[in-house]
């Protein structure tokens, strides 16, 4: 067990919803890292975000957005979702903040999300 | 270009036996860290070991080694004395450190699915 959580485990919804995936960091841990598994893309950053404050974006849709609040817990927000948005979604965190090179990543179990 | 190659899709191992997965990467950076990950088939993302790019020393983990040849700009994962349990994808990442832009993000290779036979 990382430490990570992440609800829900699976998701299953129709194309043009929105659906909310939710990501509780390890104790302790500022960084929360959202990435994307899909077969045909791979494993694909998408959004960091470092005590509250966006850090880094990657390969983030327009139709999705995230946030972090103040108790330190990462939202992902995905709408108008297509078929093609099926995957499974990780949360990671991490201690450090931006200087930290040897700061490991530690995963959620992830959020399987199929949309129909 | 691929910042992170994995060139094994597939490959079989058996039980007890020592098995080396590729992993090669590109940057220009002089800064950087690479990680490994496991992924059962339980879906979950399992860090096994880190190299950093100034280290003089292979990193080491238990069963798990890297055997990190800067020049070539490899970073093999070795797994000594397998076992059934280490049926799993392993994942080859780097994260930079120079691109400030590119905050702490893991940029992750295709992947190489490993199967232990007993």
């Known amino acids: 067990d990382s430490g990570v959580t992440q609800t829900p485990k699976h998701l299953i919804t129709a194309t043009g919803q929105r659906v909310t995936l939710r990501c509780s960091p390890r104790?302790?841990?500022?960084?929360v890292y959202w990435y994307q598994q899909s077969l045909d893309q791979g494993l694909q950053f998408l959004i960091q975000?470092?005590?509250?404050?966006?850090?880094a974006k990657g390969n983030i849709l327009e139709r999705f957005s995230a946030q972090q609040f103040p108790d330190l817990h990462s939202e992902l927000n995905l709408s108008s979702l297509e078929l093609g948005d099926s995957a499974l979604y990780f949360c990671?965190?991490?201690?450090?903040?931006?200087?930290?090179?040897?700061?490991?990543?530690?995963f959620g179990p992830g959020t399987r999300l199929t949309v129909l | 270009a691929q910042k992170i190659t994995q060139t094994q899709p597939g490959m079989f191992v058996q039980e007890k036996e020592a098995v080396t997965l590729d992993c090669t990467y590109d940057?220009?950076?002089?800064?950087?860290?690479l990680f490994w990950y496991k992924q059962p088939s339980s879906g979950e993302m399992i860090f096994l070991i880190y190299?950093?790019?100034?280290?003089?020393q292979n990193a080491t983990e238990g069963r798990y080694s890297l055997n990190f040849q800067k020049a070539r700009k490899s970073a093999n994962l070795v797994i000594s004395a397998s076992q059934l349990g280490d049926s799993a994808m392993y994942f080859c990442?780097?994260?930079?450190?120079?691109?400030?832009?590119?905050?702490?993000?893991?940029?992750f290779g295709g992947g190489t699915r490993v199967l232990v036979k007993p």
């Open positions: 104790s302790g841990d500022l960084s």
């Open positions: 190299q950093g790019s100034y280290d003089q």
């Open positions: 940057t220009s950076d002089p800064s950087y860290g």
């Open positions: 975000y470092y005590n509250g404050e966006e850090r």
């Open positions: 990442a780097m994260r930079e450190r120079t691109i400030k832009a590119a905050g702490n993000k893991l940029t």
């Open positions: 990671a965190s991490s201690v450090a903040g931006p200087a930290g090179l040897t700061d490991t990543q530690y």
